[in-house]
T-cell receptor, first 112, second 111 residues
Framework: DAKTTQPPSMDCAEGRAANLPCNHS???????VYWYRQIHSQGPQYIIH???NNETNEMASLIITEDRKSSTLILPHATLRDTAVYYC?????????????FGDGTTLTVKP | DVKVTQSSRYLVKRTGEKVFLECVQD?????MFWYRQDPGLGLRLIYF???????EKGDIPEGYSVSREKKERFSLILESASTNQTSMYLC??????????FGNGTRLTVT
């Protein structure tokens, strides 16, 4: 599975949109982009995933560039509870397990 | 809602002890994983399994073994615990074409 690159930290004002970037320049055609977040002392929580189209759910939106080499997770109205480490990973959906490489992620701090 | 349950939240063991970390999922997922998480090193994959009695090494399998006798249960075994195995251990499961679901972790301290 391809590797990803994320900025180590970002700040965002409460109520504003948080835009978290991820580079995955070596992504293959059959690899999905997944986003997770980890709030302190809990396990990572799934947020959203996509292949090539933009995706939206109740938590966030995912924008994938046309060449699929990068993506952005958007939290439209960040709250203090969105302070967490956000991980972007790419992997193939398949019947047998594949290695999912989690980097250090981006620590998002939402400030009042 | 998928539930991945890890048997202990905190565990303290002595050097040389045999340690069992248990993980159970309730959604009939085929794939299960064990990660460890250390500051500055992110999540690192120890072992994974895509079927009962099947296992594959991840990136850092040394010093660990696993057991999957039933589909819902995946155990991580530290044959002889050492202080450098002090860490947060995370179990996860997934079905084909679904995201990973993680447990809340076991913080293991080896003294």
């Amino acid at each position: 599975d391809a590797k990803t690159t994320q900025p180590p930290s970002m700040d965002c004002a409460e109520g504003r949109a948080a835009n978290l970037p991820c580079n995955h320049s070596t992504i293959s055609g059959n690899e999905y982009v997944y986003w997770y977040r980890q709030i302190h002392s809990q396990g990572p929580q799934y947020i959203i995933h996509g292949l090539k189209n933009n995706e939206t759910n109740e938590m966030a939106s995912l924008i994938i560039t046309e060449d699929r080499k990068s993506s952005t997770l958007i939290l439209p109205h960040a709250t203090l509870r969105d302070t967490a480490v956000y991980y972007c990973i790419v992997r193939v959906a398949r019947t047998n397990a594949g290695k999912s490489t989690f980097g250090d992620g981006t620590t998002l701090t939402v400030k009042p | 809602d998928v539930k991945v349950t890890q048997s202990s939240r905190y565990l303290v063991k002595r050097t040389g002890e045999k340690v069992f970390l248990e993980c159970v999922q309730d959604m009939d997922h085929e794939n299960m994983f064990w990660y460890r998480q250390d500051p500055g090193l992110g999540l690192r994959l120890i072992y994974f399994s895509y079927d009962v009695k099947m296992k594959e090494k991840g990136d850092i399998p040394e010093g660990y073994s696993v057991s999957r006798e039933k589909k819902e249960r995946f155990s991580l075994i530290l044959e002889s615990a050492s202080t450098n195995q002090t860490s947060m251990y995370l179990c996860a499961s997934e079905a084909y074409h679904s995201p990973l679901h993680f447990g809340n972790g076991t913080r293991l301290t080896v003294t």
